[in-house]
């Protein structure tokens, strides 16, 4: 049988939904938002306290689990945040998809949102792939929102699938002050998304300014990704960042006609006849003259480089081939 609904009685646009108190006026979205959540995203700090002095909850929440204090930390609204979470707003909430007021903060870069959330016990862990702070906060290049994270104990170097590590994130990004912080707090430098390393995002973006920074801290540009690729082959031809990939990985590579070896050389696992090195004029601008305890001692059988003019040879080079690291 029906339900028949009292003559006179009006519908309550607030219900508990899961034990969660929710918006159902309407079911998309947008429409289903209430008054609470347009004065939060708009910063009415007025209203907002009006609204929740004539009863509104203050965790009520779209049919997608947002609730106002989302809506105040993706605007960087601290007094509307601040009023909310004083009035027992819940700090750790999770939308649908996983987003945290925090992660919001982070989106928006309100540092201010975001230490006001710390404060109040806000985790720094997210329980979802898709929506860690950590890794928002270094994407969009939000240096001091990525320092309150660290400072509250987030983890450096956290991987997650799809995503990679906030490195990673922020490589792909070129968000270059946060790539810089994050080196400089130790992140390291080889954690990415799964066989691809945070140079093989950098040089994809064709950043160089990111590119030189993690060859600094010790990136290989001879790793290979799952598909064998290392950066240097996934850098365009004739691009900067390929040249700054060449010029800083010579000191890998050297070959037995050109070199006097050293006590011990015999036994370098690079000695390779398909291993060729920069000559003794281009290794010298490169600063790379003295190899790893190998020293170019005569010019190459054949051009080291395109317009290499040292060699006496007119034979066309072969072609340019790096020494592989053993895998990290």
């Known amino acids: 049988m029906a339900a028949v609904r009292a003559v006179g009685s009006q519908p309550n646009p607030l219900h508990i939904y899961g034990g969660r108190t929710c918006n159902l006026l309407m079911a998309d979205w947008w429409s289903d938002r209430s008054p609470l959540h347009e004065a939060a995203s708009q910063g009415r700090l007025l209203l907002l306290r009006s609204l929740v002095a004539q009863g509104f909850h203050v965790d009520t929440l779209t049919m997608d689990g947002v609730s106002p204090l989302h809506e105040a930390c993706l605007g960087g609204h601290y007094h509307c945040a601040k009023f909310l979470l004083e009035s027992d707003a819940k700090a750790d909430a999770a939308s649908a998809d996983g987003a945290t007021p925090l992660f919001n903060s982070c989106r928006s870069g309100s540092a201010a949102c975001v230490g006001l959330l710390l404060q109040h016990g806000a985790s720094v ?91 600094d801290f010790g990136a290989n540009a001879f790793y290979g990704n799952s598909e064998g690729r290392t950066p240097l082959d996934l850098s365009a031809p004739n691009s900067s960042v390929r040249f700054a990939l060449q010029r800083r990985g010579v000191w890998k590579t050297f070959h037995p006609s050109i070199c006097l070896l050293q006590t011990g050389a015999e036994q370098h696992p690079l000695l390779s006849a398909q291993v060729r090195t920069l000559c003794l004029s281009c290794a010298a601008s490169a600063s790379a003259n003295v190899l790893d305890g190998v020293v170019c001692t005569e010019p190459p059988a054949f051009p080291c480089l395109p317009g290499c003019k040292t060699s006496s040879s007119t034979t066309d080079a072969p072609p340019f081939v790096l020494a592989a690291d053993p895998e990290m």
Do not use: I, N
Request: charged share 20%; net charge negative; hydrophobic share 40%.
């Open 125 to 215: 862990h997210s329980t979802h792939q898709l929506a860690s702070p950590m890794h928002e906060a270094a994407k969009k290049d939000h240096r001091e929102c990525l320092e309150l994270l660290l400072a509250c104990g987030a983890q450096l170097d956290t991987e997650l699938p799809e995503v990679g590590s906030p490195l990673y994130s922020a490589c792909g990004a070129g968000a270059a002050s946060c790539v810089e912080m994050l080196l400089l707090a130790g992140a390291d430098v080889g954690v990415g998304c799964g066989r691809d390393s945070p140079l093989h995002a950098a040089v994809q973006r064709g950043d160089l300014g990111v590119v030189e920074l993690l060859l």
